[in-house]
């Protein structure tokens, strides 16, 4: 083989990158197999796919056989015309096949110059032979003389000819040394098309309509998304509004018509961005679209005006609708539900894309174009009202405009720019391959895709690295930068604002960095600035630290409920940990403990308070080697450290301090897990119920031992305590008293008298104890379900309660006794108290037919009296409609009436017994099921509203933030408050029905 200026005459297919068995054929049929086509091979070996681009340049031999020796000409000696042909055929099977299918289309490559906007109007005019129309006035100038079928086959290869010679250009220089076409200039060139492509149809369309009849009216078309913007993709849906004087059946004809005919020559176009989307009318007159914004628009469509531009049709009517519209767009940052809307529809649109295609999809994905675009809008809408430079379409722009305003640091505004403008590359060369509308990388495993992404976006080897292994790591590294887009955007800017310590940026003015925090959910934006400042304050390491965290965790608060309260319980537990190295250091290392402490702060008050005084519980805010720390930990486990720990201290008083101590940690960790949905209401009713048992099993055992010190004997009785209610039922909630009844037992041979007064010292010191004023959330006994209710003792024997109970009953305490359960102190005499009682709770033959009214006229008082002054009794989670109440009452009733028959009924648990009801067929099972779903519905909004309120309260509140706070506490994004409430409202309505139906007989 010799060699010629360093290279072999004749390349082997495999130095080309030809590894398809028939390229020696191919070849040789082109007459490239001698020397005299060394320049070819060469350029031919730069495609991104030369198998691809070989098998298209044998079609196109055959397709233009008689010019086959000028195309083969041109390549020999024009090495523009080269680039253009070769670098096209190798990057796009579809522009190929138009190639092929289109004979003489190759002579386009030859022009010098892309056509300007109007020569490419003109072109799509001339397609259809459209002529200016006398009639139409407003700017409406075109009207088609070819209509149907063949109007829309010219206009097709009409708009793939200008497709096809924007391509070559901007594909060109993979191959051949020619000037790039950098992304902007190819977006504003893509919409320039698409402005003439749709002139065109619209031109078609009113001839469709109309045939020769005269247009009176007139009709805008708006350009919105991407189209407005001027930076479409190669392959974009179009998205227009349609603005007509008069709005009438003819301009929605028309309007349809020119979609349609779009649709089917050129791409999707779409009128979904309309007032009420596609149930909407297509066509409105002016004053008809600002009625609605100023009434009815939600905050994505003034976003999606940000980009509304006049592309067709009436312009001067387009620009009369653009300048009506701004002043909405720039004044929606200012809405009430601004934040929360935004953070909805980005939560909807990550919610589109599976999850298996989520670090493929170059658009929607991890790190992806729509991050940057929805932080960059966001940005321009939150200062755009008081800086008109940032009121630019186009997304580059934007930026520009954002660093240079001094909203983002040049580096961050540089590198931003750069991310994004590599993306969209990606997107164009991706979208080329066969016209279609992509945005789906690749499989980093396919090494064939890879490598012709890499080639075709002129990615070269590098550093030892192939084309494609350079393509994987670039890809890494923008996504990783894009994926900190917001915290660069939002946050750092915000610390710069306040310490001024990059002297290398341009800062944010204090006025501009509080309406970017009002923006970001701050009610009290200057509050915030300040707590910023008094967190980054100073210059040791600690400092450094908070700088370096702080933006992340202002992301996630801004997410939360409440950021004014998340910021400064943030503040607040940072002034308490000042002295704890640990943890900064953990929220530095350790991403899930920081969005998850972020994510509580921000929701409850409740959790809040509990972490300032047992801030170690935040370490379980980590993820184990099982799963969350927070499950990990057992309520037992917590139970026999806290038994043992009272246990050590001699002091009673002491003893009770280390028992809150336990309690507090252990309500942190079981609020957390509640609120972080790691743990769901049943096991957390179980657990509350747990540590409510061992604090009072704590303290009585710790009380008779002090009295038992102090008075040198050893105790006359033996005591146990049984739990009432919700605390018997294991089913308490954050805000629920400890309901229990003191139980004695006199030994053999004390005097019973003396041992009752021991008894009464015992309940009463536990009760003064346990009740002591704290920081803590309440420890509360309640001693009213006994036997006399207020008037009777505190403390009776066994023997005293089985002849009172045996006696005197009312139905009501037979009732409370359904859920009664030993929970604290001698287990045996508990037990013996649960024997006695069953004969009560449990009678053979079930409560008497008086007994069901009695109960049954109880529950009528109760639901007119008790219910607090003012509340709404469809919304109140304890004795509301459907509510605990009547979910409890209703169980328990089929208790009284049916266990005696069904020893599965005796239980003290809601959930258990109406299992066991379902399992006994009292009741049909779909009627189980909603009771059950309304117990543990209203049981969720009980335990939130403490959470978020930090006080026990029933009353779920109506729309606006606090039921934002709620539902979000309850499991339910905050932008769907509505639909929560609607949910209670339904699940409880239906348990209503049941409950009427099922109680009153």
């Given at each position: 083989m010799t060699v010629h200026g360093g290279r072999s005459?004749?390349?082997?297919?495999?130095?080309?990158?030809?590894?398809?068995?028939?390229?020696?054929a191919d070849l040789a049929e082109l007459g490239w197999n001698e020397a005299a086509a060394v320049d070819r091979l060469w350029a031919l070996s730069r495609t991104a796919d030369p198998d691809l681009a070989l098998r298209a340049l044998v079609r196109i031999r055959a397709a233009n056989d008689e010019?086959?020796?000028?195309?083969?000409?041109?390549?020999?000696?024009d090495t523009t015309f080269r680039g253009r042909l070769l670098a096209t055929l190798g990057a796009s099977d579809a522009l190929g096949d138009h190639l092929v299918a289109e004979a003489g289309s190759w002579r386009l490559l030859t022009e010098p110059e892309l056509p300007t906007a109007a020569q490419a109007r003109t072109e799509m005019l001339n397609a259809v032979d459209a002529v200016p129309d006398p009639d139409a006035g407003g700017g409406l100038t075109f009207r088609a003389q070819l209509s149907g079928p063949e109007a829309t086959g010219r206009l097709r290869v009409a708009y793939r000819n200008l497709v096809l010679r924007l391509a070559a250009h901007d594909l060109a220089p993979t191959v051949q040394d020619e000037p790039v076409l950098f992304l902007p200039e190819v977006g504003r060139r893509l919409s320039e098309l698409a402005d003439a492509a749709l002139t065109a149809a619209l031109a078609v369309a009113v001839r469709e309509v109309l045939g020769d009849k005269p247009l009176t009216g007139r009709l805008a078309v708006i350009a919105m998304g991407k189209g407005g913007a001027r930076e479409l993709n190669y392959v974009s849906d179009v998205d227009v509004v349609f603005v007509a004087e008069p709005a009438d059946g003819v301009s929605a004809r028309i309007a349809g018509e020119m979609m349609r005919i779009g649709s089917l020559a050129f791409f999707e176009v779409d009128a979904a961005l309309r007032p009420e989307g596609r149930r909407g009318a297509v066509t409105r007159t002016l004053e008809s679209y600002l009625s609605y914004y100023q009434r009815w628009a939600k905050t994505w469509e003034f976003q999606a005006l940000l980009k509304a531009r006049p592309m067709t049709g009436d312009l001067e009517l387009g620009e009369q609708y653009v300048a009506a519209t701004g002043p909405l767009v720039w004044s929606a940052a200012e809405r009430e539900d601004?934040?929360?809307d935004v953070q909805a529809m980005r939560r909807r649109v990550e919610s589109l894309v599976p999850e298996e295609e989520k670090d493929r999809n170059v658009k929607l994905g991890r790190g992806g174009l729509r991050d940057v675009e929805f932080a960059v809008q966001l940005m321009q809408m939150v200062h755009g009202r008081a800086d008109e430079s940032l009121r630019v379409r186009s997304t580059l722009e934007a930026i520009e405009a954002l660093t240079d305003g001094g909203y983002v640091g040049r580096t961050d505004g540089a590198n931003l720019y750069a991310s994004y403008e590599y993306l969209r590359g990606l997107e164009h060369r991706l979208q080329l391959q066969r016209l279609t509308r992509t945005h789906l990388l690749p499989d980093p495993a396919d090494e064939h895709a890879m490598r012709w992404l890499a080639r075709a976006a002129h990615i070269r080897p590098e550093g030892g690295r192939d084309a494609a292994q350079v393509l994987r790591r670039d890809l890494r590294r923008?996504?990783?930068r894009v994926r900190s887009l917001h915290e660069k955007l939002f946050y750092r800017p915000l610390l710069e604002a306040v310490t001024r310590f990059d002297k290398d940026s341009l800062y944010l003015q204090n006025q501009a960095a509080q309406r970017q925090l009002a923006a970001l959910g701050y009610a009290q934006p200057e509050r915030a600035l300040e707590h910023i400042k008094a967190l980054v304050a100073g210059t040791g390491r600690r400092t450094q630290v908070?700088?370096?965290i702080l933006p992340g965790l202002l992301e996630h608060i801004s997410n939360t409920p409440d950021p004014d309260a998340g910021l400064l319980n943030y503040r607040r537990l940072c002034d308490e940990m000042f002295e704890a190295a640990w943890f900064l250091r953990l929220l530095r290392d350790d991403g899930v403990v920081a969005e998850r402490l972020m994510h509580v702060l921000g929701t409850s008050e409740y959790i809040a308070d509990l972490l300032m005084r047992s801030p170690d519980v935040i370490g379980l805010y980590s993820t184990g080697a099982s799963g969350p720390k927070l499950c990990e930990v057992t309520s037992q486990e917590v139970v026999k450290g806290l038994i043992a720990s009272v246990r050590r201290q001699p002091d009673p008083r002491k003893a009770i301090a280390v028992a809150r101590s336990h309690r507090r940690a252990e309500l942190a960790r079981i609020a957390s897990a509640d609120l972080l949905e790691l743990m769901d209401v049943r096991q957390v009713c179980r657990a509350l119920s747990t540590v409510w048992a061992a604090v009072i099993n704590a303290a009585l055992e710790k009380v008779i031992e002090a009295m038992g010190a102090e008075s040198g004997e050893s105790p006359p009785a033996v005591m146990a305590v049984i739990g009432m209610g919700r605390l018997g039922g294991g089913e308490l909630g954050y805000g629920s008293d400890a309901d229990v009844l003191f139980v004695c037992d006199p030994i053999e041979g004390a005097d019973e008298t003396g041992a009752l007064r021991w008894a009464q010292n015992v309940a009463d010191n536990v009760r003064s104890l346990l009740g002591t004023p704290s920081?803590?959330?309440?420890?509360?006994?309640?001693?009213?379900?006994?036997?006399?209710?207020?008037?009777?003792?505190?403390?009776?024997?066994?023997?005293?309660y089985r002849a009172y109970y045996e006696q005197w009953a009312q139905p009501w305490e037979v009732q409370a006794l359904l859920r009664a359960n030993a929970v604290a102190g001698d287990p045996e005499l508990g037990r013996e108290f649960l024997h006695m009682i069953d004969q009560v709770r449990y009678p053979a033959g079930g409560v008497s037919p008086d007994a069901v009214r009695e109960i049954r006229r109880i529950k009528a008082?109760?639901?007119?009296e008790r219910l607090p002054r003012g509340a709404d009794p469809m919304t109140h989670?304890?004795?509301?409609?459907?509510?605990l109440a009547d979910v409890e009452w209703t169980v328990q009733l089929l208790q009284l009436r049916f266990a005696h028959q069904h020893p599965e009924l005796h239980t003290t648990s809601t959930l258990e017994a109406l299992e066991a009801i379902e399992r006994t067929e009292l009741l049909p099972g779909d009627q189980v099921a909603t009771l059950t779903e309304a117990w543990l519905t209203a049981t969720t909004a009980r335990n939130a509203l403490v959470l978020v309120r930090g006080k026990p309260v029933d009353q779920l509140p109506g729309p606006g933030r606090e039921l934002r706070a709620i539902a979000y506490a309850a499991g339910w994004p905050q932008d769907e408050a509505g639909e929560y409430l609607e949910h209670y409202l339904r699940i409880t309505r239906r348990a209503k029905k049941v409950v009427e139906e099922v109680f009153g007989g």
């Open positions: 005459t004749v390349p082997s297919p495999g130095r080309l990158g030809l590894i398809e068995p028939t390229a020696r010019d086959w020796p000028q195309i083969d000409a041109l390549l020999t000696t601004f934040v929360v923008q996504r990783t908070q700088r370096l920081a803590d959330p309440p420890l509360e006994v309640d001693v009213g379900l006994r036997p006399e209710g207020k008037n009777g003792p505190i403390v009776r024997t066994l023997a005293s008082r109760v639901d007119a989670t304890k004795l509301g409609r459907g509510g």
